[in-house]
């Protein structure tokens, strides 16, 4: 970064909202709006804001070149809140996620050949055979609950992509693994948002039951590692083979962190791709049109591996709108300055995904979900990809994108081809939830089964 002309300000300069005296703005922070609270701060006191919490400065980032400075200048400058890479060590689960320095940069390149295209063709029978299911369960009876439904069908993909193990969440229920599972996740929220990590000086039953959780997930790791390192197939059909093959200059993944990234990729991969699919399906319910350009488009170029560019400019303009993680927290790990504004190590950092897809000056008419925009020429009209990110930025870019685009377009394509769907009258939109993901809490859907011959699965 150059040097600034003048004398950094501080970041108590900033504008920002007033806070109350020790508190700050804490008390007038909603948990489940922070990212409509965030983004109408943006407009009202500019890209770059002050905000204080207990014991804490906070700055946001709405302005997307600042933003992909910072995302840039990690590992070094910034680096994840630091509270999630202690509290997922404590778990036994400090993967690529969590970690940071020198041991994210060793993780980084040891994982990243697991996530390539190749590998990604192979895990694509799993797929189909888990949207097959979903495409049963619908025509069954349409869903109470599609975000349920779906997270049913992102468990079950990373389920048997990380343990090699067909939970099948969608077809039954009660599952030793799908429970241990559900104590693992609400305690890792638990344990995020706590001030007081209590648990390290007494446990309660919750943290009790989540030990033994991981412990059983531990062991059912350790037996597809222990069966994968003796059949050592060429041709990996989850990320543990896949990751079993990767070597850097002689060093490879040990079994316990091979453990931490399975758990890494069930936190990371779930609901962060089963909410992309639900919002996806929530803005196709309103435009039958967009259905049936895509039902045209499958019936051209039928697999989800192939480019298949309307229904990719469907996902683009979704997470466009409605980025599921619109909200990345960094902290600085040094005293470093911020184009203009110095900060202190330890300061938050919150940059903000989601409010410059939504400004007029980055994409025209910015609050119509337009996926046309993304194929047609800008004709003078704003239209800024670059600005759109969500899913990162800089070296630690998610590395599960293009599963999660297979997964997000398997399950459009699939519903597109077996219905007509819409959003049932007199039903509210749904409430959009912040929870680390943005949730559309209440999203239900009219499917109206297509003749049979329109709904052969092709995959
Ligand atoms: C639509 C679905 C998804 C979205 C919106 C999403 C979004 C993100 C975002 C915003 C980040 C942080 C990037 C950054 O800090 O610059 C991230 C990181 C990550 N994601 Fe995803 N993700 C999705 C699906 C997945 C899937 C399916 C997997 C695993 C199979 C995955 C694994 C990861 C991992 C391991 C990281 C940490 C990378 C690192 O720090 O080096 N994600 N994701």
């Known amino acids: 970064m150059s040097a600034p002309l003048r004398a950094p300000m501080s970041l108590l300069d900033l504008p920002g909202p007033d806070g109350w005296p020790v508190l700050g703005n804490l008390p007038q922070l909603t948990p489940t709006r922070l990212h409509r609270q965030l983004d109408d701060w943006c407009a009202e006191y500019g890209p770059v804001y002050r905000l204080s919490m207990p014991g804490r400065r906070l700055v946001v980032v709405g302005d997307p070149e600042l933003s992909k400075e910072i995302l840039r200048q990690r590992p070094g400058t910034y680096r994840r809140q630091s509270s999630i890479e202690s509290i997922m060590s404590e778990m036994g689960s400090n993967g ?18 697991g996530f390539n295209a190749a590998h990604l063709t192979r895990f694509h029978t799993t797929l189909e055979l888990i949207t097959e299911r979903l495409r049963r369960r619908w025509l069954a009876a349409s869903p109470e609950d599609v975000r349920a439904d779906l997270t049913r069908y992102t468990v079950d993909v990373t389920a048997k992509l990380t343990f090699d193990y067909d939970i099948n969440t969608l077809e039954q229920s009660g599952d030793v693994i799908q429970q241990h599972l559900e104590h693992v996740f609400p305690m890792l929220n638990r344990r995020l948002n706590i001030p007081l990590p209590y648990w390290r000086w ?41 990751f079993l093959l990767a070597h850097d200059g002689g060093e490879s993944f040990t079994d316990d962190e091979l453990f931490a990234e399975a758990l890494t990729i069930l936190i990371a991969g779930q609901d962060t791709t089963s909410n992309a699919a639900a919002w996806l399906l929530y803005h196709l319910a309103s435009e039958p049109e967009a259905q049936e350009r895509i039902r045209e488009e499958i019936t051209r170029i039928p697999s989800t591996l192939d480019r298949q560019p309307y229904l990719e400019a469907v996902v683009a303009e979704s997470m466009r709108l ?20 110095a900060l202190p190590a330890g300061t938050w950092v919150l940059v903000n995904v989601r409010y410059p897809g939504l400004l007029e000056e980055n994409f025209a008419d910015p609050h119509r979900f337009d996926p046309e925009r993304w194929l047609r020429d800008a004709d003078g009209r704003a239209h800024r990809p670059d600005v759109a ?22 399950v459009a394509a699939m519903t597109c081809r077996t219905f007509d769907f819409r959003l049932p009258d007199g039903v ?9 993901a943005v949730i559309p809490v209440g999203l239900r859907l009219d499917l109206a089964p297509r003749p049979a011959a329109d709904r052969e699965f092709e995959g």
Do not use: Y
Request: with cysteine; aromatic share 6%; hydrophobic share 40%.
């Open 96 to 113: 690529l996620f969590s970690s940071e320095g020198e041991a994210w940069r060793r993780r980084r390149r040891l994982a990243m050949p």
């Open 389 to 410: 990110i969500p899913f990162g930025s800089g070296p630690r870019f998610c590395p599960g994108r293009g599963l999660a685009m297979l997964e997000v377009k398997s």
């Open 322 to 341: 409605q980025p599921t993680t619109p909200l990345l927290l960094m902290e600085a790990v040094h005293d470093t300055v911020l184009r203009d504004i």
């Open 202 to 242: 007494v446990k309660l039953p919750a943290d009790h039951a989540l030990d033994r959780a991981l412990e059983a997930l531990r062991t059912e790791v350790n037996a597809v590692v222990a069966r994968a390192r003796t059949a050592a197939p060429e041709q990996p059909t989850n990320f543990i083979e896949a």
């Open 428 to 436: 509210p939109p749904p409430d959009d939830r912040f929870h680390f």
